[in-house]
Every structure is written in structure tokens, then in C-alpha cells.
């Protein structure tokens, strides 16, 4: 089936060890998005690629980067993880329709 | 600043009745609009999406949509325990090619 697949599912780092999230899209779609979720909270977009056009939401912290080296995949970098920075990470994609499809998400515990 | 606003709940309703869940947003150019449900721990899920004024049924859900009057809303017909969730409203902006989350209602189904 196609479909968005992130990995890990759950990441467990320690206080300022960097650590990358992945995703990997079968659908072919053009645009993947990465999100934040925190408890009871609604999504909040990080960044997203239109292709390989990067746009980044202006209340991204610095410490968040993203990489897309090819369709199919986008990367989520957080540099030096801080107790704040644990949450939910959504990775979704959308194509030439306008709906937009998640993943399962990486759960995300610093330590 | 474009928003998008739901009540937060929880909402109780009993098992077989209908659930009426609200939203308005504030982006008048938006055209489109998008009914996630979300169960605890897990990552959204697209159940309906409507672009037209006026209602769109697809099975036990019809989602009604106002351009006039900015407001979006998701009806669910012989309600089960089982769509005990969180329903994120989200809304297409205008200008950019992402989509804008509500804050999600949190929907409890009584037996």
C-alpha cells in the first residue's frame, strides 16, 4: 500500500545529543511537511518542502533542520535537543490533490 | 495571523445520537477545508474534506461548509464509542502551500 512511513517510532535522547528523524513517502507526492505536536495541542508546522524548494516557518527554532535528498525522503535534524523540544513529530505529504496525509509520527523523549 | 478555532470540549454525546462539531476560520481566500480525526498517542487521520459551499456526505459523516460565514462543520450521524477522538479542523491557506490547524475538539461517545 502506499503510504507515509517514519522511523523511529519512538526516539529516546539524552539533553543536547543530536538527533535525526526520518520519512519516506510511496505516494509520490511533491510536498512534505514537517510538524511538531505536543500534548493536547494542535500541529505545528515546522517547515515543508515543495519539491525541493525548502520554506521555513518563521517561529522554527534554528535548532530544528530539515534535508530532502530526493522525493521520497525528508530528514528532521534537531541539533542539540532540549527538554522543550519533546513532543510528537508529524511527517506528512501532499500531491497534486490538496489533502495532506500523515504518518504514524516519531515519538520523541529527551533525557 | 491566520487562525482557525474550535471549541475545545470535551464534547459528550450518547452513543447513537448525532455529534455536531464546529469550526470558523479566518483566511477568506482559503478554498480548502479538512475534517482530522486524532485518537490518543496516534497521528491524524483525513476523514473528510470539502471545497464546495454546502454539505458532503460520506458514510455516518457529513462535513457543511459556509464560505459567507467562514465556518466549517463535521456531523456525526449514530455516534459510536469508537469515534471517541480529537477532531482537528484544518483550513488551506490562501497563499502558501501548507494547510492551518485548529486546536482540535475532543469528542467523548457515552454509552
Known amino acids: 500500500d502506499a503510504m507515509v512511513i517514519q522511523n523511529p517510532r519512538y526516539q529516546v535522547t539524552q539533553f543536547g545529543k543530536p538527533v535525526t528523524l526520518s520519512c519516506s513517502q510511496t505516494?509520490?507526492?511533491?510536498?512534505m511537511y514537517w510538524y511538531q505536536q505536543k500534548s493536547s495541542q494542535a500541529p505545528k508546522l515546522l517547515f515543508h518542502?515543495?519539491?525541493?524548494?525548502?520554506?521555513n516557518e518563521a517561529d522554527t527554532p534554528d535548532n530544528f533542520q530539515s534535508r530532502r535528498p530526493n522525493t521520497s525522503f525528508c530528514f528532521l535534524d534537531i541539533r542539540s535537543p532540549g527538554l522543550g523540544d519533546a513532543a510528537m513529530y508529524l511527517c506528512?505529504?501532499?500531491?497534486?490533490?490538496?489533502?495532506?496525509?500523515f504518518g504514524p509520527g516519531t515519538r520523541l523523549t529527551v533525557l | 495571523q491566520k487562525e482557525v478555532e474550535q471549541n475545545s470540549g470535551p464534547l459528550s454525546v450518547p452513543e447513537g445520537a448525532i455529534a455536531s462539531l464546529n469550526c470558523t476560520y479566518s483566511?477568506?481566500?482559503?478554498?480548502?477545508f479538512f475534517w482530522y480525526r486524532q485518537y490518543s498517542g496516534k497521528s491524524p487521520e483525513l476523514i473528510m474534506f470539502?471545497?464546495?459551499?454546502g454539505d458532503k456526505e460520506d458514510g455516518r459523516f457529513t462535513a457543511q461548509l459556509n464560505k459567507a460565514s467562514q465556518y466549517v462543520s463535521l456531523l456525526i450521524r449514530d455516534s459510536q464509542p469508537s469515534d471517541s477522538a480529537t477532531y482537528l479542523c484544518?483550513?488551506?491557506?490562501?497563499?502558501?502551500?501548507?494547510?492551518?490547524f485548529g486546536s482540535g475538539t475532543r469528542l467523548s461517545i457515552r454509552p
Open positions: 470539502i471545497y464546495s459551499n
Open positions: 484544518a483550513v488551506r491557506d490562501s497563499s502558501a502551500s501548507k494547510i492551518i
Open positions: 518542502y515543495y519539491d525541493k524548494d525548502f520554506n
Open positions: 506528512a505529504t501532499s500531491g497534486t490533490g490538496r489533502e495532506q496525509f
Open positions: 505516494l509520490n507526492h511533491n510536498v
Open positions: 483566511d477568506r481566500g482559503s478554498q480548502s
